[in-house]
């Protein structure tokens, strides 16, 4: 689908859509800010092939669309990495400048070329597993990888036996990721990236340890800003309703 087509009034009640299109039309004005139901929003790859960078129509729209709060996922034919026409160094290193998420699609989709083997797919994912080590402050989401990565840090505390019943919610991961690979695949992309993890942090032990400790982090800074932002509003919300209630009496 373009992205002029979205406006359309058949189409201006979603909520999520992805692997939208754009030309040049994509780029006039009725179509820089996104209809008022959209929470979220896929866009194909687009580059100028003489350098494999992002189009500059494309990146035009994201910042607009991202000045709207709206979350935005640029989805990239993995086929392209692999081909070299594109590097994700590049794609990373842009995904944190202009803020939006990542998604390496796999053979099968209808964006990805035909020929696009599953065992080059894992070259590429492995590759960006490389990258994202190397890139310590980077903190957008890289499907499927960081779908991986949250499953080994649940592993970490859970266990393996309360994870086997596991799976995702999320529409876009369903249609994009697991309705194109078979359980197999996935679990030796799963492997493959716990491999990789374990290598650079020096070992499972060291990866587990890791990982506590950055739950434990995440669960400290979510307790600070409970009490710092959230308690009081409570307490003053509780305070209100009481001073109310009292002068009723």
């Known amino acids: ?31 820089a800010t996104p209809p008022d139901e959209l929470e979220e929003i896929g866009f194909i790859l687009d580059i100028d092939e003489s350098d494999g960078t992002m ?51 796999p053979p099968g989709h209808q964006h990805v070329s035909d020929d696009f083997s599953i065992e080059a797919y894992k070259e590429v994912i492995l590759e960006t597993v490389r990258e994202l080590l190397l890139k310590q402050n980077f903190d957008k989401v890289v499907f499927p990888i960081s779908n991986y990565f949250e499953y080994l840090m649940l592993e970490v505390i859970l266990g393996t036996e309360k994870l086997q019943k596991f799976y995702t919610k999320d529409k876009f991961i369903e249609e994009s990721f697991i309705a194109k690979m078979s359980i197999e695949q996935t679990d030796d992309f799963k492997n493959s990236i716990r491999e990789e993890l374990y290598q650079h942090y020096g070992g499972k032990d060291e990866f587990n340890n890791m990982s506590k400790v950055m739950i434990a982090t995440i669960l400290k800074r979510a307790s600070d800003s409970y009490q710092e932002f959230v308690k009081p509003m409570v307490n003053k919300n509780i305070q209100d309703k009481m001073s109310y209630l009292l002068s009723k009496n």
Not at 1 to 30: A, C, G, P, R, V
Not at 73 to 96: D, M, R, W
């Open 55 to 105: 189009s500059e129509r494309l990146m035009d729209v994201i910042i607009n669309y991202r000045l709207t709060n709206m979350s935005v996922i640029v989805e990239v034919p993995s086929n392209l990495i692999y081909q070299k026409i594109t590097s994700i160094k590049y794609l990373l290193q842009i995904a944190n400048n202009i803020d939006f998420s990542i998604a390496l699609l």
């Open 1 to 31: 689908m373009l992205l002029q087509e979205l406006f359309k009034i058949e189409n201006k009640q979603l909520k999520q859509i992805y692997s939208i299109q754009i030309n040049d039309d994509s780029t006039k004005n009725e179509y």
